[in-house]
């Protein structure tokens, strides 16, 4: 990434423009959220953290005396053909409909108002009224052409308002119509939640207190390992542990058996742990079943618990071992882990549904510095990507 990249995204007014600038009164506003959260088949949120994060820009909008919001939001990946009816897709849908988020979203702003459902002049995809100015379009992604940034879609989109912001921090990465194609035919603008993101995340791309320890595991290493890359140099310590220290470990000629690996990213870690040996750290033993490492050993964890207790800043991405439903018995690596980034005196910052999941359960997501709502958005920006999301916004 070019020095002039990161110094654009390091001082964020320069590149947005704030909802700070916008007078809103009386204007219709497509406000953009990420609304993707976790529903069990009870239709129960099980997180709703991403909701909360979106309520300092939605309460700003709402004291500005707006005609009227319109949530935009995507909810998991659906399963869409071509040219089905809107209708089929919802009802094939079920468990990714928006009108469970309507009615925590309604919950959280202490509102009584029932919840109803309404439709727009040449919309398909139907509203959830939440109150007499705030509507919720339900499932983007519903609509094939959200996806593929389809610029008729764009417009059509764009119809409903007068001006366009977006806090949607996790989906800045993705070209899609909700993301980029709206600014193209409306004033945009930031919300609170992306200027939050953009400021924790820049500390450590500019002025990460050291020492400074990257926790990096999980199973889907690309991004990681690029933002690795670009973060090596102001890094002290990168602790591996999950797919990314399989990865690692077979690049060092350690057998790893059946383990899960990225065979295509082997050249490209031993390559990068060339760069800086002395800044890696590998797990120094493990726990196996089947002939598959699950987790980090106890000598590991006691390790990287020192390493941690001395961090000044620290970035997790990415859990030590299995943590899927019925893993129970492999999370323990991730859970130690966790409480000595916890009980550690350094600024934390953390991304990843899993990794956050995990924190949660134990009940130590409020001793988090900052949480990021970004997964590979975040990555992206420490890898030193453009967000076409936040382009968008210049």
Known sequence: MAAGQLNRYADKRLIMKMITQEK???KSVLLRVDYNVPINNKGDIEDDARILATLPTLKYLLQSKPKEIILISHLGRPVVRPKERIQAIISGNKNLVLRPVAEKLSSWLKLKTKITVEKKPNFSLPFYRISK???????????????????????????????????????????????????????????????????????????????????????????????????????????????MANTFMKGRGIDIKKSVCENEKVEFANDLFDLAPRKFILPTDLVWDKEKIVDIGNSTVSHFQKIIAKAETIFWNGTMGLTSLGMQRFKRGTQLIAKAVVESKATSIVCGGDTISEINQLGLGGKITFVSTGGGASLEFLAGEKLPGIEALG
């Not at 059509?156 to 949607?168: I, N, P, R």
């Not at 993705?174 to 945009?188: N, T």
């Not at 991004?223 to 990168?238: G, M, S």
């Open 24 to 26: 809103f009164k009386g």
């Open 133 to 243: 100015n705030i509507l919720l379009m339900e499932n983007i992604r519903f609509d094939l052409r959200e996806e593929k940034n389809d610029l008729e879609f764009s417009r059509q989109l764009a119809s409903l308002g007068d001006v366009y912001v977006d806090d949607a921090f996790a989906v800045c990465h993705r070209e899609h119509a909700s993301v980029v194609g709206i600014s193209k035919y409306l004033p945009s603008f930031a919300g609170f939640l992306i200027e939050k993101e953009i400021k924790n995340l820049s500390t450590l791309l500019t002025k990460p207190e050291h020492p400074f320890v990257v926790i990096s595991g999980g199973a889907k290493i690309s991004d990681k390992i690029l933002a690795i890359k670009n973060i090596l140099k102001k890094t002290d310590y990168i602790l591996l542990g999950g797919v």
